[in-house]
C-alpha cells in the first residue's frame, strides 16, 4: 500500500511534524510505502496514493477550528472522490474533538472515504494509530 502523511500548519509546528512522521513509522511497520510531507511544500497530487491522512492542530485558542488554508490546499490536490482517508488532530488546547469533526467535514466535502479519525497527543500514540491502519 502507498501512503501519504500530510501535515498542514500555519506556524512552524514540531509537535505536529513529529506526530506526521511517528504515524508515517506505523503504517511502515506493517509494510506500507509512506511519504510525509509538509502540505506548503507539496507539488503533487493526492490521487496516487492508496490511503491519505491529512493532520493539523486546531486553530484559534479555544479550538473547534482548523487553518483556512487547509480547505483550499485539499481543492488543490487533484481528484480525492473515494479516496481512502485519516483526519487527525494534535492535542493541543481547547475542544480539539469540535476541530476533528471539522476536518473530517472538510475532507468529506472533498469526496474523500474517512475510514478512521484521531486526536493524537504523543508519538506513541501515533504510531499505534499508523500500524492500526492497515490490514
Do not use: H
Not at 486553530?59 to 473515494?82: C, Q, R
Amino acid at each position: 500500500m502507498r501512503a501519504a502523511v500530510v501535515y498542514f500548519a500555519e506556524k512552524q509546528a514540531k509537535s505536529l511534524e513529529e506526530i506526521s512522521k511517528s504515524l508515517a513509522k506505523g503504517l511502515e511497520k506493517k509494510g506500507a510505502s509512506v511519504d510525509v510531507f509538509n502540505a506548503k511544500d507539496f507539488s503533487r497530487k493526492l490521487a496516487i496514493y492508496q490511503l491519505v491522512l491529512i493532520g493539523t492542530e486546531p486553530a484559534g485558542t479555544f479550538g473547534g477550528k482548523i487553518p483556512e488554508g487547509l480547505s483550499k490546499f485539499l481543492d488543490s490536490s487533484g481528484p480525492l472522490m473515494n479516496t481512502k482517508s485519516y483526519g487527525f488532530i494534535v492535542k493541543k488546547g481547547f475542544r480539539c474533538e469540535k476541530s476533528l469533526q471539522v476536518l473530517m467535514r472538510t475532507m468529506e466535502n472533498e469526496g474523500m472515504f474517512i475510514v478512521c479519525s484521531d486526536v493524537l497527543g504523543s508519538s506513541g500514540e501515533a504510531v499505534s494509530a499508523g500500524e492500526g491502519l492497515v490490514d
